[in-house]
């Protein structure tokens, strides 16, 4: 193995010793490790057929950069790009060829990987332009303020990889993170410097090679939108000129929050509620992040042996999520705070505490949010109740009997304020500063607001006006802020069937998801 290996770095540097390979042995497969395009292959003939059929022009075509990478983004960016082209725009996708984020792949195996991939996507060719970024030209230094973001990037997909907040930055996947974010800031700035684009389309905006585009693209103040999906079908959540995993909502929020809601709405969002408190699905919802029915509160409360002291309730978000990475006010890091809390509660056996960790654990690849508590902790006191992802538990239930609630960005804070309890915000996330949430911003101003709070709770519920406020923006949130667009990541094979690209294409189409690729290519969002 080692003779190999060895063998396999002498030839990844010597020219066309990957092509000969992939002529003469590789038969078109993907080398070991990588990863296959069977999908995309086999509906890349049509797709470019119906796109031929209804292409439209534009008498100002929008010149498009899309990248990619990864197998499941990389066949999710080819038909988007593909129907922006049939929409009249030219087009052109880069992409990467490496099957994996965080660990090392040789040179020899990677271009074999992209010869594969190349001999599949160039088949868009004329329609689109394919490009891949793997040896492209590179811009010889990184201007300081895109260099000086490069370690804090490598941090952040070190801690996304691992799932973990704390992590050594010196370690091997840190330091591969930072040598293939600088590579790719690189040649994303000579790429975009050479053949400027009037807007450049890219995945998350927030992790890994997608993040780094997304930077380089503000550096230089070309239009970007990012774009990632949620628990709806035919739905995604889109930001221009900004990342889209920051939710950020104040121009919806500053356009919509004086507009109260009709008589339709308040019952679609009760509707919608109620569904999710009971643990069932609702119209295009297609996530259940509850897998316990509710029973009610006073039943929770007697399998958990609480008390009639004060019930503080916190529901914890998913280590290393991209929707948690680096939202911290003042504290370092979820963890840290989440310790420092626990710390306090020790002090306090007049209150009851309890931890719901987050169910989206269950799907995870690194540890719980419970295990890392348990360590920390080994023996809590009889006031602190620990429940682990899996518990039999439904979180709605325990916000029945809570009387105040604790959140570092999870969504479950903005619907405990739509109960009317007090929620006390840490973190950098969608509902703060929206009027109904208490939002401290030290650890000095926590501490304060969280001792007053537990003095009178019933004293800090948010008014009616407030929790009024708390209905208006879920419904916001989750029936305004996300685009139409019919192809989810999660289930593309199926959307594709449910949306094929012909029927996106014409009038009925369009006439859903038309406003949506607009946004993509730069027009302002009519909120």
């Known amino acids: ?145 895109l260099a000086e973001q490069m370690p804090a990037a490598a941090f952040r997909d070190t801690q996304y990889s691992l799932l973990r907040e704390e992590i050594y930055p010196d370690s091997d996947l840190y330091h591969l993170r930072q040598a293939r974010n600088e590579i790719h800031a690189r040649r994303m700035l000579a790429r975009m410097e050479t053949a400027p684009p009037d807007v450049v389309i890219v995945p998350n905006g927030s992790i890994l090679e997608f993040g780094i585009t997304f930077r380089v693209a503000r550096y230089l103040d070309i239009p970007v939108s990012t774009f990632e999906f949620g628990e709806q079908n035919d739905r995604m959540w889109l930001a221009q000129n900004d990342d889209v995993m920051r939710q950020d909502t104040s121009l919806l929020w500053n356009v919509r929050k004086d507009t109260p809601l009709i008589e339709d709405e308040w019952k679609r969002v009760r509707e919608f509620f109620a569904a999710r408190q009971k643990g069932n699905l609702w119209e295009t919802f297609v996530r259940l992040w509850q897998g316990t029915p509710a029973r009610g509160g006073e039943q929770a409360r007697h399998e958990l042996g609480l008390d009639s002291r004060p019930v503080v309730m916190l529901p914890t978000n998913v280590l290393g999520d991209s929707l948690t990475l680096g939202r911290q006010y003042f504290s370092r890091s979820m963890t840290e705070w989440l310790k420092r809390t626990i710390e306090f509660f020790i002090e ?142 999660q289930h593309f094979g199926e959307d594709i069937q449910r949306w094929p690209l012909e029927k996106i294409l014409s009038e009925e189409g369009l006439a859903i998801f038309g406003k949506s690729f607009d946004y993509l290519l730069g027009k302002p969002i009519e909120w």
């Open 1 to 145: 193995m080692i003779a190999k290996n060895t063998a396999k770095k002498i030839l990844g540097d010597l020219p066309l010793t990957a092509e000969l390979y992939w002529l003469l042995r590789q038969n078109n497969e993907p080398p070991v490790g990588g990863y296959r395009l069977d999908r995309l292959q086999a509906y890349l003939p049509q797709w470019l057929e119906q796109a031929q059929v209804a292409r439209q022009s534009v008498e100002r075509p929008k010149r498009v950069l899309v990248f990619s990478m990864l197998s499941y983004w990389l066949e999710h960016s080819l038909l988007m790009s593909i129907a922006l082209a049939a929409l009249g725009h030219d087009v052109t996708l880069t992409y990467l060829p490496h099957a994996h984020w965080k660990k090392h792949i040789n040179r020899f195996d990677l271009r074999r990987q992209n010869l594969y991939i190349q001999d599949i996507v160039e088949k868009a060719q004329p329609l689109i332009k394919t490009l891949s970024l793997f040896d492209a030209p590179q811009a010889r230094l990184l201007p300081a303020e």
């Open 348 to 489: 306090r056996p007049d209150v009851q505490f309890v931890i719901k960790t987050h169910p989206g654990e269950l799907i995870g690849w690194g540890p719980a949010v419970y295990d890392i508590i348990q360590e920390m902790f080994p023996n809590l006191p009889e006031n602190i109740h620990l429940l682990a992802a899996d518990a039999k538990v439904n979180a709605y239930d325990l916000v029945q009997i809570a009387d105040v609630g604790l959140v570092f960005t999870t969504t479950m804070g903005m619907e405990m304020a739509m109960s009317g309890l007090p929620v006390i915000v840490t973190g950098k996330t969608h509902y703060r500063g929206k009027g109904f949430t208490l939002d401290p911003d030290t650890w000095e101003a926590f501490s304060e607001i969280l001792t007053n709070v537990l003095a009178d709770p019933q004293g800090h519920r948010p008014t009616r006006p407030q929790v009024e406020a708390a209905w208006t923006y879920a419904y916001r949130f989750f029936f305004e802020y996300p685009q139409p667009y019919p192809w989810h990541i």
